[in-house]
């Protein structure tokens, strides 16, 4: 039997396994599931054992578990691959806004429904499926394997680094493939060869020791809400470039090939207005729409409050005046600098009569570009091509997977993203879904390249 005809003839347990792992509520940042994350990377353990992976085992860190497991016996002169994906899920709230419970997964319409069933539980079983039936058919691999799934990505990682850099050596590869990430479409694959990174921070601005009169005190002393906006203000002009002194010096411009790579996957603009009910697009001028998307960083206001919030008038002048803003960063920028020229400028802007304070908030990540001539890329494109009968989009996303820099930083590799959920499939909201079809093309996939890797 060869491993296409395996996997043919083991499709629907393989979906059932799907919907097993999906039941599982693996919300990683909730204490109330912390546990269920612990289920979930058990689930794993075994998965990897039945396929026939060895030296499997969770492995603790200081908040969610790890899952390491290997296959090392491709021979001499053969390069080591691992894989990487996630168990753990976002929230699944408001649940009122599912057409079913998303721990109750079910499959309509050629589709797995439930929360994770995108992201990343479909996407990450599927090389351990490509790698069982390769085993089971040849009783071996073509390369060398290890996979290396986690259990917090989607509260971003934050306690990888410090076991990245105390396991690595046994996390050490030729080559990464990140199970977590999209491809275009059902018959159109891509290539994600940009990641943007992520800091986030809280202004406040205070005035008096508490709310005043407005009628007894304006015009005696400076309101906060009038102070966060003059400084808010300042940070982005109407231009859309951001006006933070030093902002952009590290950022890699993109090239003529850049450009052109982009504007070669289709974009209908007034689609896209219409889509979101905007009156126009908006962003830095001297880019397209989608380079300021991908390419270019962002800096966005997320939150403002202050003041009375209730129906009617309170005649108050408020005590303080708070923002949460977020910046997606580019390639080589470095969310500890960002953070420094956004405090140095706040604090810098403070208008008088006022004070001022920055706090930086969890949620951080470094940018990730995927250098030109990259051979693992090289490779996935060449098993796309071969798989779709078409050649790849060159693609970059303005998401975050914090571990692509954390490996990189600590083993060298840049990381492929080999991965076919579809950024359609309402990932991080409510009724998620994967589809089956791309589920069983990745299986295929992923053999194809661990083949055309061992040559």
Known sequence: MTWSTYLDTNQARFVDELLEFVRIPSVSASEAHVADVVAAGDWVVARLQAAGVENVRMMPTAGHPVVYGDWLHAGAGKPTVLIYGHFDVQPAEPFDLWQTPPFEPEVRDGKVWGRGASDDKGGMLIPILSVEALLKTTGRLP???????????????????????????????????????????????????????????????????????????????????????????SMKGL????????????????????????????????????????????????????????????????????????????????????AKITCRLVANQKPDAIFALLKSHIEAHCPPGLRVSVERLAGSADPFLVPAGHNASAAAGEVLTEVYGKTPYITRTGGSIPVMTMLLNELGIHATVFAFGMNDENLHAPNEFFRLSNFRTGQTAYAKLLERLGR
């Open 143 to 233: 390369v060398n394997v290890k996979f290396f799934f986690e259990g917090q990505e989607e509260i971003g990682s934050p306690h990888l680094p410090p076991f990245i850099a105390a396991n690595g050596a046994l996390l050490k590869a030729d080559m990464i493939f990140s199970a977590d990430g999209s491809q275009w479409g059902e018959d159109q694959p891509n290539l994600i060869t940009g990641l943007k990174g992520l800091v986030a921070a809280e202004i406040t601005v205070t005035g008096a020791k508490g709310d005043q009169h407005s009628g007894q005190q304006g015009g005696g002393i400076a309101n906060p809400i009038h102070g966060l906006s003059h400084l808010i203000a």
């Open 239 to 322: 231009d859309g470039k951001i006006s933070v002194a030093g902002f952009y010096d590290d950022v890699v411009d993109l090239t003529v090939e850049d450009r052109a790579a982009i504007a070669r996957v289709p974009f209908d603009e007034a689609a896209y207005i219409a889509d979101l009910g905007v009156p126009d697009v908006f962003g830095e001028a001297g880019y397209s729409t989608r380079e300021r998307l991908w390419a270019r960083p962002t800096f966005e206001l997320n939150g403002i409050w202050g003041g009375w919030q209730g129906n009617g008038i309170k005649t108050v002048l408020p005590a303080q005046a708070f």
